[in-house]
């Protein structure tokens, strides 16, 4: 069995704008992200994306546009991303349990590197993520968004205000 950090993308990875992000040149890496990227795989986790892309199914970008900002992220990230999985649709358009706070892209996940969700965390700034997150019973840390329209989660266990604090918790927390 494995231990994850499932890690929820805009607001954690990459600058939330408020907005979709899909442009490269949009696409702003925060900082400390590798380096805390570098600390949890150093710490024996696995390191998996799980992302709403609901831009896609709303035809705002497209596939191609999301594996371009991917590729991106992981040569910006020494490729220390194991995985990541999106989920492209909106309940106005496709109704699909993918989509965070439902959980089967973060199940799938499981499933395919046998994660053993007692030892995992979830990072994510929306509350969304948290809920998500609890549903399949792992740890939760939330990034304190600076946007109004993400409220903190009743149900988050951290709060923190990047990914850098986020791993000296969760590094703390396992030792
Ligand atoms: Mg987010």
């Known amino acids: 069995m494995n ?27 925060i900082e400390g992200v590798p380096e805390s990227l ?17 831009g896609i199914s709303k035809g705002l970008y497209t596939r191609e546009d999301v594996k371009k900002c991917h590729e991106y992220l992981q040569e910006h990230c020494n ?16 109704a699909s349990l993918s989509r965070k706070p439902d959980t089967w892209m973060i199940e799938k996940a499981i499933a395919k590197y046998q994660i053993d969700v007692s030892q995992s965390w979830m990072v994510g700034d929306s509350p969304t993520d948290i809920e998500a997150a609890k549903k399949i019973q792992v740890k939760t840390v939330q990034i304190e968004s600076t946007y109004e329209h993400k409220p903190l989660s009743a149900l988050r ?10 791993t000296q918790i969760i590094l703390s927390s396992s030792s």
């Not at 949890?40 to 992302?51: M, P, Q, R, S």
């Not at 266990?157 to 986020?166: E, F, P, S």
């Open 3 to 29: 231990k994850c950090i499932f890690l929820d993308r805009d607001g954690v990875l990459n600058r939330e704008r408020g907005t979709y992000t899909y442009r490269l040149e949009d696409f702003e890496i």
């Open 38 to 54: 570098k600390q949890l795989k150093d710490a024996g986790y696995l390191l998996v994306v799980v992302t709403n892309q609901s």
């Open 79 to 94: 490729h220390l991303l194991d995985d990541l999985f999106m989920a492209p649709y909106h309940p106005t358009i496709t």
């Open 157 to 166: 266990d951290y709060t923190v205000q990047d990914l850098y604090q986020a």
